[in-house]
């Protein structure tokens, strides 16, 4: 059983890392941070995921790139990435993620999620009942991000989301208060 259990958690996480790579998703937001598109995407504060089982709720002086949203994939940034300038104000430059899917009996460890999404250098890990956070090294989703970021998995009502978050080598994003975004968001998740 305990060899399912683990099987599934797997196959959760490659779904949820497939999920985030469908379309070229993060396209648009790429573009907007150099300042190269005319056309900025629509900034959100939040939106329904999971056809409509969870509210995502973007920390706050991060904006969810409407352009970006899938019924299991948003990306967000800091506000004025996004074209809202007044919102973003103090938060920490970066890339954050969050991928849906149904949720399985156990929340991936960070060993698990490190396995399945090839991450290694794995530190500061915090599990809670519903949630676990943790810093680890992989391959950055733009260059210029630091390899060394953060991710957190959290189980609410039926879904799973797991959560990336990037930031530029020695930024505020790669540091203690990456870890901090990724409990505002998952403090703010809600059932539809």
Same mark, same amino acid.
């Not at 960070?110 to 890990?125: C, H, M, S």
């Not at 950055?140 to 991710?151: F, N, V």
């Not at 930024?171 to 409990?183: F, I, K, M, P």
């Given at each position: ?6 099987k ?36 959100? =504060?939040q939106a ?16 969810i ?61 915090? =599990? ?8 680890? =090294? ?25 959560l ?11 540091g203690?208060e ?15």
């Amino acid at each position: 059983m305990t060899t399912w259990t683990c099987k599934g958690a797997f196959a959760l996480l490659a779904l949820i890392s497939l999920a985030a790579c469908e379309d070229g998703q993060g396209g648009a937001f790429l573009q907007g941070l150099d300042g190269n598109s005319s056309d900025k995407p629509v900034a959100l =504060s939040q939106a329904k995921m999971a056809f409509g089982t969870v509210t995502l709720v973007a920390p706050e002086g991060f904006c969810i790139d409407k352009s970006s949203l899938k019924q299991n994939f948003a990306l967000m940034a800091r506000c004025e990435s996004l074209g809202a300038p007044s919102a973003g104000t103090g938060a920490p430059l970066g890339i954050l993620t969050a991928s849906f899917s149904a949720a399985s009996a156990t929340i991936p460890t960070p060993g698990e999620t490190a396995a399945a999404l090839r991450l290694d250098a794995i530190t500061d890990p915090v =599990s809670k009942d519903h949630s676990v956070t943790f810093r680890a =090294s992989g391959s950055p989703p733009a260059q210029g991000l630091s390899k060394t970021h953060w991710r957190g998995t959290a189980r609410v009502g039926s879904q799973m989301m797991a959560l990336a978050f990037y930031g530029p080598n020695g930024g505020r994003a790669v540091g203690a208060e990456g870890r901090s975004v990724l409990n505002r968001v998952i403090n703010s998740l809600t059932d539809g």
